[in-house]
Nanobody, 117 residues
């Protein structure tokens, strides 16, 4: 069973930075493809960042502000969020899929990010 645990959410002001981490087991981290999504109140879930065939991919609204990376030693995927905007307010979810061609099928419980203006 794939377990994903997010951490790092919180309340920040516009322009601040925040770092989210997603922890997984060594097996999951080494064999599954992991990424980040978010969902704001009243809106559909939105792709934020992920890896596709080794390359990083970002949603249009976060390009040049967010960076996704992998910490192999800690089996974690990191989402570094800079220049945060109030519209970045959402619950952020870590997700995993079996390959770059598969749908994301495993989800964490989510972590709240709130950006005040």
């Amino acid at each position: 069973q794939v377990q994903l645990v997010e951490s790092g959410g919180g309340l920040v002001q516009a322009g601040d930075s925040l770092r989210l981490t997603c922890a997984a087991s060594e097996r999951t981290f080494s064999t599954w493809n992991m990424g980040w999504f978010r969902q704001a109140p009243g809106k559909e879930r939105e792709f934020v960042a992920g890896f596709t065939f080794g390359d990083t991919r970002y949603g249009d609204s976060v390009k040049d502000r967010f960076t996704i990376s992998r910490d192999v030693a800690k089996n974690t995927v990191i989402l570094q969020m800079n220049s945060l905007k109030p519209e970045d307010t959402a619950v952020y979810y870590c997700a995993a899929r079996t390959s770059s061609l598969a749908r994301y099928s495993a989800w964490g419980q989510g972590t709240q990010v709130t950006v005040s203006s």
